[in-house]
């Protein structure tokens, strides 16, 4: 029964209620609605609010009562337009618990719209996120809320784009390795209005998955799914190509780079396809006739891109070209050509970046000149490492020992580990961070990382990454320190913004200085020094591979890109010629291209294949390292020789082979056998190479005095001495620093 009461009374009650609710007061509230449903039983809205007063008390039987009575009288339309007034009353208190935090409340009553509007995929969307910030999120759960159906039959005027794209970023932050997970995103993808918004999500989470968390076979579904969204687009093809490169899926690498080099039109596409290409034809291995033809043309390409190129490049196009000359030191040995190309690549990308980042390019000039005036020269140089390499990974194993023996008193250490994550679980990159004074954890986001060097106010920045990181190229070029170094990671980059390029009087020729863009300098005795490495249990024995107990056993532990054409011929010819030897090859992780190209080979040379035995990567360095010793000599690979592997052979005392070229990495191994005190083995062309290596196959006694040698140089050889190393480090960067001033 209606009661008479004026509309000033009924103003009041609601004016009253609707602060009660806000207030908490839900008891006294529901009595108001109570109240005004008897003054205007025709307002549903007052029946609403009394259901989510109730409702706020936990009487939920009561809430879904009152709103139940007041839809039953009414027809079809009534009801559907009640509910949709029910649902926005709804939405608008969850809105405000989700804005206080108070998720619980929140998912309550986000279920029981979900009960009164099943397919409404607003509400679905914020359960989806509620379940992700309390914590009990799950597959099933999503799966039980059919958001993905929805999502495929919805149109798009029917999606709220902004809360899709946000919900994306959560689950692919919660659970990016999750099938559903894809499932959701490529659902995601139909809804054209923000296309390309969802495809820069997914494929910056695809990277991270590919890269950080070593799984590229689900980055390779994320970027396929972002390739029917945007067919034909270059940045998402290169990925792909990387992504199945790096899962050892050659064939679809090799496919992914060959449409990426039909469709590119743009000479900057072109050097970067070309090296694509070559990047998945090495690591397949065995494609030789392909690689040398394609290399010529790439180099066509960089002289016609740096003669040519007038307007600045753009950020994602410098960021290919920085790391497009990658393959040349596996491919060919010349310092000047290789150089030359480096150099005037890196000159034409650094004049664009500079140019882009003008503004903050210029900040950091003024502000180097800001602090020379007000510099303490009592204070410690700040040194900052920037790599993220600083890891269970070959970088990490050697530059380990500078960081243990740093003067902590002279130097201040920070360390910048991008493309790091919050969570750190490697345990080498922990033991990285305790070393430093200040561990900086940086994402991808090379002018963020440029800023924080910058803001560190970092005397001397030293890079470990070189070319092999696109991202830090531009940090370099960039220039946040005022002294910028290259050490260990690669070969000098040739950024005109690096002042130096730490070698040693060995690793490169004497006129190397005429074409490097940095300054080379050049520590006394060696450029890297360790005092050893850990060594486990070997899980290699003669037995298992049935190799007699008198056999020879040669050994070659390096990747696909290792395997020049002329090497590996140069090796044969010595099993060959070298009675009752066998051939070790480590690092073949399949049975695709490059096992049979080694075969092939042999055949051709003329070595039984069942000499040849193929020997996958193993999970622990230092089951590899005590593994070394079922070898009686290794032999290295050129133009690139070993760099860490090198060091664990001699660090074993087994006899080694190489072959000494032009360039740093074909130099490598060379300059670490004349610091551990040893020239047997030293070979200067291809010819000398096949005698050491018969010769020392067929002198057990040769070998046995390089083994002593050896482990004897242990105690003495400037290779193993970390401490006096560190101490020509820390002399080097402090004349730098006196140089610079």
């Not at 609403?48 to 879904?64: D, T």
């Not at 990382?449 to 030293?462: G, M, P, S, T, Y």
Request: glycine share 6%; with cysteine; net charge negative.
């Amino acid at each position: 029964m209606m009661i008479e009461v004026s509309p000033v009374e009924v103003v009041g009650w609601r004016q009253q209620a609707e602060q009660c609710l806000l207030a908490g007061n839900y008891a006294q509230a529901a009595d108001l609605y109570q109240r005004l449903i008897e003054a205007e039983p025709e307002t549903k809205m007052h029946c609403w609010h009394l259901g989510l007063a109730l409702l706020l008390q936990e009487q939920e039987a009561e809430a879904q009562t009152v709103w139940m009575l007041a839809m039953v009288e009414g027809n079809s339309s009534q009801v559907q337009q009640w509910t949709a007034e029910l649902v926005s009353v709804l939405e608008a208190e969850a809105e405000q618990r989700e804005e206080s935090h108070d998720y619980p409340t929140a998912w309550a009553i986000r279920q029981h719209i979900r009960e009164i509007a099943p397919e409404n995929l607003t509400n679905l969307l914020h359960l989806m996120q509620l379940s992700i910030e309390s914590g009990t999120f799950s597959a099933e759960n999503l799966a039980n809320l059919g958001v993905i159906p929805l999502l495929h039959g919805a149109t798009r005027d029917t999606v709220d784009s902004d809360l899709l794209l946000q919900s994306l970023k959560r689950l692919l932050a919660i659970a990016p390795l999750e099938p559903i997970t894809l499932d959701f995103a490529a659902a995601c993808l139909k809804h054209r209005s923000q296309v390309l918004e969802f495809v820069l999500v997914l494929m910056h989470r695809a990277i991270e998955i590919g890269n950080n968390m070593g799984q590229p076979l689900v980055a390779v579904d994320y970027a396929k799914r972002c390739l029917e969204a945007l067919p034909n687009n270059l940045s998402i093809l290169g990925h792909l190509s990387h992504f199945y490169q790096n899962a050892n899926h050659h064939t679809e690498g090799i496919e992914a780079a060959r449409q990426y080099c039909t469709i590119a039109r743009a000479l900057p596409d072109q050097v970067f396809g070309a090296f694509l290409m070559l990047r998945s034809l090495l690591r397949a291995g065995g494609y030789w006739d392909s690689i040398f033809p394609i290399f010529e043309h790439q180099d066509v390409l960089i002289e016609e891109l740096v003669n040519t190129q007038v307007e600045p490049l753009d950020q994602a196009t410098v960021f290919q070209l920085t790391t497009s000359t990658f393959c040349q030191p596996y491919i060919r040995d010349s310092l000047v050509k290789n150089r030359l190309n480096q150099n005037r690549l890196m000159q034409v990308c650094q004049s664009s970046v500079q140019t882009y980042s003008r503004e903050l390019v210029d900040r950091f000039q003024q502000g180097f000149a800001t602090r020379s005036t007000r510099r303490d020269g009592t204070h410690p140089l700040r040194i900052g490492y920037v790599s993220h390499c600083m890891r269970r990974h070959s970088v990490g194993w050697l530059s380990r020992w500078l960081f243990n023996y740093h003067n902590r008193e002279r130097f201040h250490l920070y360390g910048y580990f991008w493309n790091s994550q919050e969570l750190v679980t490697d345990s080498l990159q922990r033991w990285f961070m305790e070393r430093v004074h200040h561990p900086r954890i940086l994402g991808r986001d090379s002018q963020e990382i440029a800023n924080r060097i910058f803001e560190d106010e970092i005397d001397i920045l030293v890079d470990l990454d070189s070319i092999t990181a696109d991202i830090i190229c531009e940090v370099m070029m960039l220039k946040p320190a005022p002294v910028q170094v290259t050490w260990l990671g690669w070969d000098a980059s040739g950024i005109p913004a690096i002042d130096y390029y730490i070698a040693d009087p060995y690793v490169l020729p004497d006129y190397a200085e005429n074409h490097y863009a940095e300054k080379i300098w050049r520590l006394p005795q060696t450029y890297i020094a360790v005092d050893g490495f850990e060594v486990g249990v070997p899980t290699l024995r003669r037995e298992d591979l049935d190799i007699p107990g008198d056999a020879v056993i040669y050994w070659s532990g390096q990747s696909a890109y290792k395997r020049h054409p002329n090497t590996v011929r140069s090796q044969l010819q010595i099993i060959k010629a070298v009675p009752n030897s066998y051939f070790l090859i480590k690092g073949i992780n399949d049975e695709g291209s490059i096992q049979q190209y080694f075969l092939q080979m042999a055949a051709e040379i003329g070595v039984d294949s069942s000499r040849l035995r193929f020997l996958p990567d193993v999970a622990e360095e230092q089951t590899h390292r005590a593994n070394l010793g079922i070898a009686d000599v290794v032999l290295d690979t050129y133009p690139y020789n070993g760099a860490t592997t090198t060091l664990e052979t001699l660090w074993m005392g087994i006899p080694m082979v190489t072959r000494v070229g032009e360039h740093f990495s074909s130099r490598n191994s060379y300059t670490m056998m004349v610091n551990a005190g040893i020239s047997e083995g030293i070979a200067w062309t291809d010819e000398e190479y096949v005698e050491w290596g018969v010769g020392l196959g067929k002198d057990p006694q040769l070998r046995q005095q390089i083994a002593w040698k050896l482990w004897k140089s242990r105690a003495t050889a400037p290779l193993w001495n970390a401490k006096a190393f560190t101490q020509q480090m820390e002399n080097a960067y402090e004349k730098m620093w006196e140089m610079g001033r």
